[in-house]
């Protein structure tokens, strides 16, 4: 009988494509659209290593940067992914426990393909990452979520965490730097989540998206402490910037990788090896870490106006400076109560895009989410002036 998947309608369309979608047409119309809702830098690749990929394009006429590759990745890739991680985080990651996959969404698809079985219970914090939700209750899986303050700076409390942890728990899903937060999870909150997952036996899913993108503080690569119950989602989306070329890569124990490669290349048969070698050469180039500090102090001097900005024409939001990520996420309480309705008028009538809280949280409602990577500071604080008049505007209505 003709029908279709009941598992299909968990599946949504993401919130940032459909606004984007909304963003091209209105660009279309010939409107000035400040775009403070993307998740992809503002900032491409450096030119020396696009500079090589091109010369090798044109010059080998080889199948090389054409065919198939291993659905595992290129050895060439997954060794210099292994010596950057222990360059960068002091960790050791075996090369053949590096899958390369097809971008982070890939990534957490082959995760939870691997993990979870129906009524399996899965950790979400609130606020965090819209894409985790669908993609678990695709799989049958069951949500609970430990809701973080931010008067506190969105810190995990361990004690409220070990309250909702019940012999069905699966995984706990972190995302340090978080998406829409910033927060970055400290050494102490790590070891102690790590040292849980070994005592009660479940998986954490570190999604590492951010991982290079910090402007106070570090990442704590929290695989050092629970190797064999960490599986880490990374992606080449942020850092180099290449969110087109659809490429990530995902480390864990060496139980889970064959699972893990078996499921993407399920998907994708392997990932795209242009992108492949691109990031190779990248990873290796005498450029990275000075590409890497350029970014990292352009993004901060835009979080920094942000942040002034925010405070000159919305001094009764509230927010935590983000210390790492993308994004500040702001609570608009005090002007207005629902985030996605005041989100869709700004950018039909006032030609902002911002992404609601609602997508994020269950708690922070009239919450927004501002990216400070796309556009340039003068924009930037042009964006949030706009806000300020549409929340003037529209008061009492939203």
Known sequence: MRGFSQSIAFLRESPTRRIDAIRERLKREKRDIINLSAGQPGIPPPIEVRSLLAKQLVE????????????????????AVSEDLKRLGGIDVNPDNIVIITGGQEGMFATFMTILNPGDEVILLDPTYFGYKPIIEYFGGKIKRLGLSMENGFKIDIEKLKELITDKTKALVLVSPDNPTGNIIDRDTAKAIADLAVDKDFWIVSDEAYRTLIYEGEHTYIYRYAPDHVISINTFSKDPGIPGWRLGFIYGPSDAIPKLKLAAEEMTYCPPVIAQKFVAAYLRSEVRLKHLKYIIEEYRSRRDAAVKALREYLPESRFVVPRGSMFIFVDLSHYIRDSERFAEALL??????????????????????????????????MGIERISNAINDLRGSL
């Open 348 to 381: 039909e009538r006032y030609g902002v895009t911002v992404i609601p809280g609602t997508y994020f949280s269950d708690i922070y409602r009239s919450a927004i989410r501002i990216s400070f990577v796309v556009e340039s500071i003068e924009r930037i604080r």
């Open 60 to 79: 080998d006429n080889s199948m090389e940067l054409y065919g198939y590759t291993p659905s595992q990745g290129i050895i060439e890739l997954r060794e």
